[in-house]
């Protein structure tokens, strides 16, 4: 059985006094994470792209719901390099509800935002126990994701939804875990997260390594189930979707060193977090919240470095670095007694100083979305603009004959033309030099293949300073 401390009471006076700050951290966190959710909740209900992978998993949710294949030839030029199940989910659940699946997958990646900050807080329970150190460390979460992720909450996009149910069997393990249980049926549902979404490995590798290194009776046995269970779904997912699922699941990707450090600046948003949870775990690295956190931690990291490897890897690989920081945070907070800072100037001001760091980071910078949503008509003037081009492209569209490949895919979709080339697996063929940049014209004018260059409404400058130099 594996042993998680409980929180540690304090004298009635302290109590109550940390019961108020308490509530002015949670009620701060909480508004900075309703104001960063605003923007994306609100740009929801357009039907514009937010990301280009939206009509790309729009069109094979599509298919799904339809029972069409899912994947692709091996030598056309489209491809679908995700697993199916997210595609049936949300197709299904589109045509249920006689609903676009752009949107039914928007609702779902803002739903799943929400499970995986429940998912957070219920991790540092079990871990610590409180509720304090609990909720920080959801808020945060929430509020970061909200303000670093913009390109994926509220999106059609999988990987919240996949996170979720990743986070929902990290959960299930760890009070597996607690209660000294088999974790076999929390590693099966990490399975079957990778099936809806296969970049999610901190959680699983973590939790396989944590059963080796507390040496869990389970260790051997749940990892033979878990590692069969994959090979079990990859095998019925070659039966069921044919020869076309691993080509499509394996695509062509360039790899560089480049590639990672043109995203390292992205990790300056969950530094502060890392390093105040690093401050806490270096002085308590014997307990059980410690080594587990830095499995999360590290494995988190490390995943993400991996994938930025990857051509064309966006804010997505810092998924599962966002979710153990977030167990991290709420850890050290619940425990920040212990550290070197606060045995020199104090819990409660350990507490403050924590709290207003994460603050400053999640306010300062010149894109403020919300800021400007509220203060300025001309860049909520751009999101109805930019609906307006989209509907007009796609009358466009709708009016040219044959087979079209649109820049913009939602315009393509909108406007009933089937999926005929993927762009980004043409890049990365020319990239891996498995193609020429002749050689995929020639591709398209074989096929014959029309272009529409997608008209792009000019404006929406989300930074905050130029807007208000204009103004003044």
Request: contains cysteine.
């Amino acid at each position: 059985m594996t042993t998680f401390a409980p929180a540690l009471p304090m004298p009635g006076s302290l109590a109550s006094k940390a019961e108020y700050r308490t509530l002015l951290y949670l009620a701060l966190l909480s508004f900075a994470a309703a104001w960063f959710l605003a923007w994306p909740i609100w740009r929801a209900q357009f039907l514009i792209e937010i990301w280009p992978t939206e009509a790309w998993n729009g069109y094979f949710q599509d298919a799904a719901a339809a029972g069409l294949p899912i994947y692709p030839p091996a030598d056309g030029l489209v491809g679908n390099n995700y697993p199916p199940l997210s595609f049936y989910a949300i197709g299904l659940l589109g045509k249920a509800l006689g609903i676009d699946n752009l949107f039914v997958g928007r609702a779902v990646s803002l739903i799943a935002l929400l499970a995986v900050t429940i998912e957070v807080f219920v991790s540092v329970r079990v871990l610590v126990g409180g509720r304090a150190g609990a909720a920080i460390g959801a808020l945060w979460y929430l509020a970061i994701m909200a303000r670093n992720q913009t390109t994926y909450v509220g999106a059609n996009d999988p990987q919240l939804a996949g996170e979720a149910i990743m986070g929902a069997a990290l959960v299930w393990f760890l009070l597996h875990c607690r209660a000294g249980q088999s974790p076999v049926r929390s590693l099966l549902l990490m399975v079957a997260a990778g099936f809806w979404k296969h970049s999610m490995i901190a959680v699983p590798v973590t939790a396989v390594a944590w059963l080796i290194i507390s040496r869990s009776r389970y260790a051997v046995r749940a990892t033979i189930i878990g590692a069969a269970a994959c090979v079990i779904g990859i095998a019925t997912c070659v039966v069921v979707f044919g020869p076309d699922f691993l080509p499509n699941l394996l695509a062509n990707r360039q790899y560089a060193w480049s590639n990672v450090i043109g995203n390292l600046g992205h990790l300056q948003w969950p530094a502060l977090a890392l390093l105040i949870w690093a401050g806490w775990a270096f002085n308590n690295r014997t307990s059980n919240a410690a080594k587990i956190t830095a499995l999360l931690i590290g494995f988190g990291l490390l995943s993400c470095i991996l994938q930025w490897f990857g051509h064309g890897v966006a804010g997505n690989a810092e998924f599962d670095l966002f979710l153990a920081l977030g167990i991290g945070a709420g850890v050290a907070f619940a425990r920040i007694e212990t550290t070197w800072i606060a045995k020199r100037i104090g819990a409660r001001r350990s507490r403050d100083l924590m709290i207003a760091a994460l603050l400053i980071r999640l306010i300062a910078s010149d894109r403020q979305e919300t800021a400007l949503l509220i203060m300025s008509g001309d860049f909520r003037s751009f999101i109805y603009a930019n609906q307006r081009t989209v509907l007009n492209d796609a009358a466009q569209v709708a009016a040219m004959s044959g087979d079209v490949a649109c820049a913009n895919k939602i315009v393509c979709r909108l406007a009933g033309k089937p999926f005929v080339v993927d762009e980004f697996k043409l890049e990365e063929l020319v990239a891996t030099g498995k193609a020429t940049a002749t050689d995929v014209a020639s591709m398209l004018d074989a096929r014959q293949i029309s272009s529409f260059a997608n008209n792009v409404p000019t404006g929406a400058d989300r930074s905050i300073s130029r807007w208000w130099r204009i103004n003044q």
